[in-house]
């Protein structure tokens, strides 16, 4: 066996993946990136049958070179990637999966494997925003440290959730009324937050809410 990258054998079909460059081991880099927010989750190695069984099945599949076997990614914990599309770079070298997890993806609880910060990332601006809120939430909804406010307001139930939803949706209509931007804005983000939690405390996805957003467009 040569150090040469091996191309994708005869047996799949012509086109993109005929193209794709395996290395000398049969495998190729897959990163895996969340379908709705577009967080990276983490990186594994497919060879032919693990990408195989991606593209043709409801799980995301990866060769393990720790154990020297094929991995369906959540088999043993249930938390599943779902394949949503996959993408490969401009020389084929490298894949790039877009799943739907369910559940954290690492094997430590965090979302994503990616997690221990070399240099504070930037604020995320746009609809990011708020699904990694939404992230932060579950995970405070799954822990229950001690000193969060979300925790707390989780542990007093959804009575209270609601009540607090109620009270800043109360609160948008008055800072509406006076008509003072930051004052809105301030009020809105209160509202956006406290609905997140409500949506947490009942397990409703804001995957559901897009999906119902999109059905309405139509």
């Not at 191309?7 to 395996?22: R, T, Y």
């Not at 049969?26 to 032919?48: F, K, N, S």
């Amino acid at each position: 066996m040569t150090d040469e990258a091996q191309p994708a054998p005869s047996g799949h079909p012509s086109g993109l993946l005929a193209s794709l460059h395996f290395d000398a081991r049969g495998l190729i880099p897959a990163i895996v990136q969340h379908y709705q927010t577009r967080e990276v989750l983490m990186l594994g190695y497919m060879d032919h049958e693990a990408l195989d069984r991606t593209l043709e099945g409801e799980h995301v599949w990866f060769w393990s070179r720790q154990r020297a076997e094929l991995w369906e990614k959540g088999a043993t914990s249930g938390n599943y990637l779902h394949p949503r599309g996959m993408m490969a770079d401009c020389e084929g070298n490298s894949l790039l999966v877009f799943a739907d997890p369910a559940g954290p993806t690492c094997h430590t609880g965090e979302p994503s494997c990616f997690f221990q910060e070399m240099a504070a990332p930037a604020v995320p601006l746009g609809p990011q925003v708020l699904e990694e809120l939404a992230q932060v939430i579950e995970q405070r909804k799954r822990d229950r440290p001690e000193g969060s406010y979300t925790a707390k307001l989780l542990d007093k139930g959804i009575d209270r959730i609601a009540k607090k939803v109620g009270e800043e949706a109360a609160e948008v209509i008055i800072a509406g009324k006076n008509g003072v931007a930051a004052e809105i804005v301030w009020e809105v983000a209160d509202l956006w937050y406290h609905t997140l939690v409500l949506l947490a405390s009942q397990g409703v996805a804001t995957s559901e809410l897009y999906a119902e957003l999109a059905r309405r467009r139509k």
